[in-house]
């Protein structure tokens, strides 16, 4: 499978690919009341042989907060695989305090999707870990997602348009662990509906089976 990643060239991603392109994220607790919105920019798209580099804007607003986050993550695609940092899927938050107040260490194994995804198809894990201080306070951070596999192909309606995505379910293992407050524990799992040169259509997280929150493309403009 690896030779044949190697000699294609990037033909599609599943993220938007067009410097400019604008979408929106809204993240809602089960009920549906609107927890964080995110906007995101392609700034730039870098091709050069079978590789590409997509640099995104992040702006996001937690919903009550007056204030807003701001970061840059980097997308690329190699061999027709895409991969994506998964530092975006921190809640939103937390990723506030990070980018603002935080020092230490990051360590991660990107997200990583091919383009030529099948039902049936199992995906590798990825994990993102976070170790350093906040305000002076030790902070261990470690989320580990793991069983990916393509459960389905679905049509899905956004604000924004009609979909055919591909339907990843995933476990993930969280644990955080705040200095000498202690730490918690939990294992949530999860279904993504994503699709080619758009990424994350929708997603929903659940814990003990419950729809716990979840978050749809409410923008896209390319």
């Avoid at 089960?30 to 906007?39: F, H, K, P, Y």
């Avoid at 662990?177 to 994503?194: H, M, P, Y």
Wanted: glycine share 10%; charged share 20%; proline share 2%.
């Amino acid at each position: 499978m690896g030779n044949l990643a190697i000699s294609q060239s990037c033909t599609s991603m599943f993220f938007p690919t067009e410097t400019g392109t604008k979408y929106q994220h809204s993240s809602y607790k089960a009920e549906g009341t609107l927890e964080s919105i995110t906007d995101a920019t392609i700034l730039s798209v870098n091709r050069t042989n079978n590789k590409v580099i997509v640099q995104t804007a992040l702006r996001g607003q937690i919903i009550g907060n007056v204030e807003s986050y701001n970061t840059t993550i980097d997308t690329e695609c190699y061999g027709d695989i895409t991969y994506t940092d998964p530092s975006q899927l921190i809640d939103p938050a937390m990723l506030d305090q990070f980018i603002n107040e935080y020092n230490g260490q990051i360590y991660k194994k990107e997200i990583e999707i091919p383009s030529n995804i099948k039902v049936g198809d199992s995906l590798s894990d990825y994990f993102l870990e976070i170790y350093g201080t906040v305000k002076g306070i030790e902070i261990h951070f470690s989320s580990q997602t793991y069983a990916r596999s393509v459960i389905g192909k679905e049509q899905v309606e956004a604000l924004t348009g009609t979909y055919n995505c591909f339907v990843i379910e995933s476990t993930t293992h969280i644990i955080i662990d705040i200095g000498g407050f202690g730490g918690t524990a939990e294992t949530k799992t999860g279904k993504l509906w994503v699709a080619k040169d758009v990424g994350t259509v929708r997603s929903e997280e659940f814990q003990d089976g419950v729809l716990h929150h979840y978050t749809e493309l409410t923008g896209f403009r390319p």
